[in-house]
């Protein structure tokens, strides 16, 4: 009888609701555990067995845990290819940004040693020409070394120099007589002033007073003219002497340190030209002609641009020189002959703008 029930109770099928869960047995929640249990479990899932027809059933009910373990593996395998991949990310990018600053780093610090090196090569350059052009200045002096000489183009640089020292001169007198002259029409300016004041006080003098108030004004008048006429002159010869003359006097200080360098280098040419003639002697040989060779163009274009910079500027100073001279006769002779028209005349002829009386004085706002 009881082997019977048990035999009942063995082959019973377990009641599966509408959403597909087990029924509400104690049994069945507890083989629901010890699921759950086994397969937390891990190492021991190989070893152990499942029924799932009840206890005690026929094999044909057991499930082997190694089919579980197969359903978890592929549950996992979605996101531990993702877990994977992530690390393989970041262990690929880590040491990319790292290579990248690496060779960051490696081209700044090439960088720096490029720029140092080029500073070095400029630096050594500047001293071996010194030392030569040092050594061609001291030869020539003392008569030990022989020297580029172009006579037609050194006496037009020793005119040039003579004629600016001269120039120099006629600036510097034009320039006191400006002076001087300034001061004559502010003191007739004031003898003027002085006379009308006495002709309005004095009744007995007061014709007296008046012809000679009239006469410095008129006189003051035509001091403002002349000197107008004097500055422009002044302004005009400062122009040719300080910017134009004193620029082609550069050109040939660059043209004179040319010749210097290139005489330099010519004579150390020569002297390795006389030497031994190894292999060694060829190779110093031959940087010796490449930089003759450039030293030689560099002096044959500055002497060119000497030639050219005197010929435009005799033309500019004979064309500057010859309004200003006779600008400064005609105004000189119209003011001591009295010619006030001729004196105006002359400034209208050559363009004079006379400036309004008190124009140079700063203002009473700059003097604040």
């Known amino acids: ?39 937390v479990s891990g190492p021991n899932l190989n070893e152990t067995s499942i029924v799932s027809g009840g206890y005690g059933g026929p094999a044909g009910g057991i499930i082997p845990t190694s089919s579980i373990k197969d359903i978890r593996m592929k549950s996992r395998g979605a996101s531990i290819p993702n877990s994977q991949s992530a ?90 007589l400006t ?63 300080n910017k134009t003359m004193e620029d082609t006097l550069l050109t040939i200080k660059q043209y004179e340190n040319a010749r210097l360098e290139f005489d330099a280098y010519r004579s150390d040419l020569e002297e390795l030209s006389m030497g031994p003639r190894d292999a060694a002697s060829m190779v110093r040989i031959e940087v010796a002609q490449q930089e003759y060779q450039f030293y030689r163009d560099k002096y044959e274009r500055l002497r060119s641009d000497v030639t050219i910079k005197l010929k435009f500027l005799e033309e500019n100073k004979v064309k500057v020189m010859h309004k200003q001279l006779l600008l400064f006769h005609n105004a000189i002779s119209a003011y001591f002959a009295g010619n006030q028209q001729q004196l105006e005349q002359t400034l209208i002829q050559f363009n004079v703008k006379l400036k309004p009386p008190g124009s140079d004085k700063p203002s009473w706002l700059e003097e604040q």
């Open 87 to 176: 690390g393989q990310i970041a262990h690929h990018t880590e040491p990319h940004s790292g290579s990248s600053n690496h060779n960051l780093g490696n081209s700044q610090e090439e960088l720096t040693r490029g720029v140092a090196v080029e500073k070095l090569d400029s630096v050594k350059k500047w001293g071996i020409n010194t030392y030569k052009c040092t050594k061609q200045m001291f030869s020539e002096r003392f008569g030990r070394g022989s020297r580029t000489v172009d006579l037609e183009l050194e006496a037009q640089i020793d005119l040039l120099r003579d004629t600016k020292l001269k120039y120099e001169n006629i600036l510097r007198l034009a320039t006191a």
């Open 179 to 241: 002076t001087h002259f300034q001061s004559m029409v502010e003191t007739q300016q004031a003898l003027g002033d002085t006379f009308t004041d006495l002709s309005q006080k004095s009744p007995e003098l007061q014709d007296e007073f008046g012809y000679n108030a009239e006469t410095q004004k008129l006189l003051c008048k035509n001091g403002e003219s002349l000197l107008g006429a004097i500055s422009f002159f002044v302004s005009s010869v400062d122009t040719l002497v």
């Open 1 to 39: 009888m009881a082997d019977s029930i048990m035999s009942k109770a063995a082959t019973m099928e377990i009641p599966i609701n509408s959403n597909g869960d087990t029924g509400s047995l104690p049994e069945d929640d507890s083989l629901e555990q010890d699921l759950q249990q086994v397969m």
